[in-house]
């Protein structure tokens, strides 16, 4: 069983910052790319950003040049710095993960989700 826990959400003013970071455990050979989607309310769920295993990113044209996303491989964690944080980034965040089970098999898994309200 893999879980992933997400840290870091809260609430802050336009134009501040806030870092999330989402942790996986449980068992598993390697993790493949790791993302953060987003969902305002009354809006589909989003990407925001992705990061594979070989680091190569890619943002949603809203958060680039504000957000950016790494993963420490050591830890098995992917994190989201947010900057310059604008109203229309309220949302709740989610990561999402790719693992690798076993030669043949890998697994999607989502976290619990966060919330970040940019208000003030």
């Known amino acids: 069983q893999v879980q992933l826990v997400e840290s870091g959400g809260g609430l802050v003013q336009p134009g501040g910052s806030l870092r999330l970071s989402c942790a996986a455990a449980?068992?598993?050979?390697?993790?493949?790319?790791m993302c953060w989607f987003r969902q305002a309310p009354g809006k589909q769920r989003g990407l925001v950003a992705r990061?594979?295993?070989?680091?190569?990113?890619t943002y949603t044209d809203s958060v680039k040049g504000r957000f950016t996303i790494s993963r420490d491989n050591a830890k098995n964690t992917v994190d989201l710095q947010m900057n310059s944080l604008k109203p229309e980034d309220t949302a709740v965040y989610y990561c999402?993960?790719?693992?690798?089970?076993?030669?043949?098999?890998?697994?999607?898994?989502w976290g619990q989700g966060t919330q970040v309200t940019i208000s003030g």
């Open positions: 999402e993960v790719n693992a690798r089970l076993s030669a043949l098999h890998s697994y999607t898994m």
């Open positions: 990061i594979t295993s070989e680091g190569t990113t």
């Open positions: 449980g068992r598993f050979l390697s993790l493949n790319s």
